[in-house]
């Protein structure tokens, strides 16, 4: 019986990650790259953890920093010479997988969170950034861990909805003398 799908063999997983691996402005580990390589039923995590090792020791993708990978001039000369053989729906699938991973990551480049404990109190520290510079930094107390992550999950989420509030309720009124 023939496999329906995409990925047919090994040589499909790997031209697939080369394909993801040159539209990502980021260094990916080895989840990211299964998620946004996951546009075909017929792919496995496995696949990709068997992929990654071999497109490394083929010059094809670095480890750009500690478990994060990165294509090489190589890699993506190859990649754009096989990328054809990538069904369309797959490849049109797999470009709005990178799209929305490259915002995601740009976005997380503009808006951190910690959580800090000491003596049982939980603090949220936020921090809104542009590109020169923090435009944002806030420290909420959150009464325990749990109260504190969910902070830290909201606050991430809303960060720019935060900053518009305070603006808005700062600069709303002209100060008249």
Known sequence: MQRLGFIHDMMDVKVLILYVAARSQFPMTVQELYEV??????????????AIPELVRSGHLFEAETDRFQITDKGRRNGELTADSIAFSV???????????????????????????EDATH??????????????????TAPDQRQALRLQ????????????????????EEDVP
């Open 37 to 50: 390589c996951y546009q075909d039923d017929c792919l496995s995590y496995f696949d990709v953890c068997t």
């Open 91 to 117: 490849k049109q699938r797999a470009e709005d997988a990178v799209d929305a991973f490259n915002r995601q990551m740009r976005r997380c480049k503009f808006v951190q969170t910690e959580i800090r404990c």
């Open 123 to 140: 603090w949220v520290l936020a921090k809104l950034n542009d590109e020169f510079g923090p435009l944002m930094t806030m420290e909420l």
């Open 153 to 172: 999950k909201l606050m991430e989420q809303k960060a720019e909805e935060i900053y518009s509030l305070a603006m808005t309720a700062l600069l709303d």
